[in-house]
């Protein structure tokens, strides 16, 4: 099976080199038919099996794909992890998604209310979260989600994940939640409003709205419920805020920024850490457990990040994506910026941070994936190599210290 299948890859390759008319891959369709017992197991039908892999084809315009003799198209550039805080989080941008927010908060008031009392999420955060992935619906997905990630199963670099997320997309086709015409998909294969893997439908997919079944595709109040329930199935508490922007003592170590070192937020008060813009904490508050986060390192606002800063990382495991979710959460009630301006500060390419991590964890300071991706772990790492060698501690990493590392 396995060269039957590199035949097949190889065959597409050829054809689109060429510019010629592809044809059905016949290593495709046994691929596919491969998958039936599996979709049978999970209750599909014959009839939405057929339906749905019928003259499939695989989308080799899709990136993130692994084909033979072809150089890979890494997927687009995503902005969490190729952009600056400063650039990633724009301030005029931020304040016209709170105004839009606003608006939609009092338009589905009476859903988002039946939302923060069922789930115990704060409905801007979900609102928020509806803003990031979609612009409020505006941004719609225009792939077959089935092609999408039937061509993932076969071609791309996480075989084994998306062959379960086709399976149960064909599960969701199955139980008439949507039509296969109208199951799209970005080139990831997340779906819907607030962007969600056939998985995660499966799992967290709410009716909220007396239709009868969830519609992430077009109804707000399931989409804003779903992803609610996703947020409480990652470890969301209720009553808790998602994180507070404070200001550090000067000597503060950056190095403690990191998800494991938690203290109760009453105790970095009392080691020097000011609430911005002098916010008063209740007692309650005060007890709440956080960790550090600069997402900047020394370079921009500082926080102290709860458990449901890390929930919604769950949905996107980025800095950025959280800080982004929360903070126009926030705007939507109090309509300031962050106190602390982020200051101009250069990122790293994806490959230098991929060596960076390299050169880190052959030296022991890092223990995570290497990702290329400028996370707490990484940042913290940093930090420790920045103390070791006697050089500027500011957990950032710039060229300057990629420099360093090669030449030690």
């Known amino acids: ?223 804003l419920a779903s992803a609610a329930k996703q947020l ?14 404070v200001h550090p003592p000067t000597n503060v170590d950056c190095t403690i920024g990191v998800p494991d070192h938690i203290l109760p937020i009453g105790e970095w008060l009392e080691r020097g850490f000011v609430p911005a813009y002098g916010r008063k904490l209740s007692a309650a508050e005060r007890t709440v457990p956080a960790s550090l986060l600069q997402p900047a390192g020394l370079y921009g606002p500082s926080f102290l990040a709860t458990a449901n800063y890390f929930a919604i990382k769950q949905y996107n495991f980025s800095d950025l994506y959280v800080l982004f979710v929360g903070h126009l959460s926030d705007l939507m009630r109090d309509p300031r910026p962050f106190e602390t301006p982020w200051a101009k500060v250069a990122q790293l390419p994806t490959a230098d941070l991929d060596l960076m991590q390299s050169i880190l964890t052959a030296q022991g300071y890092y223990h995570d994936k290497i990702d290329g991706k400028a996370g707490m772990l990484t940042r913290a790492a940093l930090g420790a190599y920045q103390k070791r060698n006697g050089l500027k501690l500011d957990c950032w990493p710039s060229a300057a210290v990629l420099a360093h590392m090669q030449a030690h």
């Open 1 to 223: 099976m396995k060269q039957t299948l590199r035949i097949g890859a190889l065959t597409f390759l050829l054809l689109a080199l060429l510019n010629l008319p592809l044809r059905a891959d016949a290593a495709f369709e046994a691929f596919l038919q491969s998958l039936w017992p599996r979709a049978q197991a999970l209750g599909v039908s014959r009839a939405t099996f057929d339906a749905a892999t019928r003259g499939l084809e695989p989308d080799l315009a899709l990136p993130d794909l692994a084909l033979p003799g072809r150089p890979q198209k890494p997927p687009p550039g995503q902005a969490e992890f190729v952009e600056t805080p400063a650039d990633y989080l724009q301030e005029p941008v931020m304040e016209r998604l709170a105004v839009q927010g606003r608006k939609l908060y009092a338009q589905y008031r009476p859903a988002l209310d039946v939302v923060e009392r069922q789930f115990g999420v704060d409905a801007t955060v979900v609102l928020a979260i509806f803003g990031r992935e979609s612009d409020y619906g505006h941004a719609r997905d225009t792939l077959s989600a089935i092609r999408v990630l039937a061509t993932q199963a076969y071609l791309g670099k996480r075989k084994d994940k998306f062959r379960e997320e086709f399976l149960d997309a064909l599960k969701i086709l199955d139980q008439g939640r949507i039509k296969l015409a109208d199951m799209k998909s970005s080139w990831a294969g997340a779906m819907g409003l607030t962007q969600f893997l056939p998985s995660d439908y499966l799992k967290y997919a709410v009716d909220i709205d007396g239709r009868g079944y969830a519609d992430i595709w077009n109804s707000v109040p399931d989409a």
């Open 232 to 245: 409480v199935g990652e470890g969301w508490q209720r009553d808790v805020h998602w994180a507070y922007e």
